[in-house]
């Protein structure tokens, strides 16, 4: 690995995917000093390193990357006392641990990312060097292959609502995340409510982007996440 400790790949993937049923999603060594076993490796695995080395199929691959998504999305765990916490907002970064900081105790606050105690007065850096600043998301959406959708396409993007990777496998370039949300795989557009039918009063829902595919733009990868999750 890249901290420089062995790990064979059944054993990485296994190790791996009990993290991810943990509701965890980012992958730290698990070697201990067999002296002292309070002792460990600080280094994170980068998901990208793990794909590679660990030799997942395309099926392991969906379900970790799936699992990675769902689980940052939905709480982080509290280095303190390990209860799990949400964010108010999607963009927070430091997040307050309300069962730390209850009974007249003073606030507790973590970083949503490297999950240790924020040390920073800021809100953008938690002052933590082993701390990459990075959404687990973004090295999966680079790294993601292309295929022949309309042109040439990624075939993993994030949901424009609420962030979550969905992979494309077949048929139609329009999708539906779970939130709900409906939009182009290709442009990324949303779904929009034009007019109303004349009988029963129901929108009819359509697409920014032509089913023709004429004139269709291609968005770029993303490099950024900022979504508010309702």
Known sequence: MPCGHAIGPDSLTMYCRSLLDSGL???????LDPNDSRVGCPVEWDFVVIRRLAVLSDEERQEFERKISENYLRRAECPSCHSYCKRVSSRDRRVVCPACSSGGRQRFEFCWYCLNKWRSAGTDKCGNDICSGKDPRIAILAAAPVKEIVGTCPVARACIHCGMIIEHVRFCKHMKCICGQEFCFICL???????QLAVRQLQRPVYNCSKANSGLVRAAVHTLLSFEVA
């Open 189 to 195: 557009k949303p779904k929009k409510q034009r007019g």
């Open 25 to 31: 999603y980012r992958f730290l060594c698990p070697w």
